[in-house]
């Protein structure tokens, strides 16, 4: 089955660690999004990549770092410069945006990151 | 600065009727239109997209879409209480960054037996 798989779904941080969460998808989309979703909030974009070895800061891209060197690939670091980290951490991906803009995204099931 | 609003309730309605949920945007420029559901814990669902004015069906949901007010509402028929969870509109643009998806904060509904 196609899909986007994010792993770990829950994952527990130290203060000043770095941890990295993984998101994967065989869904042969072009675009990848991490969304940050904090309780009784909206998504806000953290990093966006529209093409393979291509990324883009969000809206809230500080303390966080991706990298896109696999089209099915598109992993989020936490770094210890993010001071407050605790959220549900959602990925999506999509077909593209220039091509078709009547795709939706297709999101992961999430990761709940909490600092200990 | 591309905004999406939405009341974020909650919006309460009872077993079997209608509810009605509705979102604003303010770039003129959007293309299409997105309603997910979210229950509580769990990840976006897509259920409905609307890129024309007018209204889409699509079994018990009709999804409204008004550009020149620039209006997008969602109705649910026959409420059931697993319809209970977030809702969240988002709006998607034209090419490059403008067609990321902007999403509203949601309206969280409650359906009651």
């Known amino acids: 089955d196609g899909g986007i798989t994010q792993s770990p779904k829950y994952l527990f941080r130290k203060e000043g660690q770095n941890v990295t969460l993984s998101c994967e998808q065989n869904?042969?989309?072009?675009?990848m999004y991490w969304y940050r979703q904090d309780p009784g909030q909206g998504l806000r974009l953290i990093y966006y990549s529209q093409i393979v070895n291509d990324f883009q800061k969000g809206d809230i891209a500080e303390g966080y770092s991706v990298s896109r060197e696999k089209k099915e690939s598109f992993p989020l670091t936490v770094t210890s410069a993010q001071k407050n980290p605790t959220a549900f951490y959602l990925c999506?991906?999509?077909?593209?945006?220039?091509?078709?803009?009547?795709?939706?995204?297709?999101f992961g099931s999430g990761t709940r990151l909490t600092v200990v | 600065q591309k905004e999406v609003e939405q009341n974020s309730g909650p919006l309460s309605v009872p077993e079997g009727a209608i509810a009605s949920l509705n979102c604003t945007y303010s770039?003129?420029?959007?293309?299409?239109f997105f309603w997910y559901r979210q229950y509580s814990g769990k990840s976006p669902e897509l259920i409905m997209f609307?890129?024309?004015?007018g209204d889409k069906e699509d079994g018990r949901f009709t999804a409204q879409l008004n550009k020149a007010s620039q209006y997008v509402s969602l109705l649910i028929r026959d409420s059931q209480p697993s319809d209970s969870a977030t809702y969240l509109c988002a709006v998607r643009g034209y090419g490059g960054s403008q067609g990321n998806l902007i999403f509203g904060k949601g309206t969280k509904l409650s359906v009651k037996p």
């Open positions: 999506a991906s999509s077909i593209g945006n220039v091509r078709q803009t009547n795709y939706g995204y297709t």
């Open positions: 770039d003129r420029g959007s293309q299409s």
């Open positions: 609307i890129y024309s004015n």
């Open positions: 869904l042969n989309h072009d675009a």
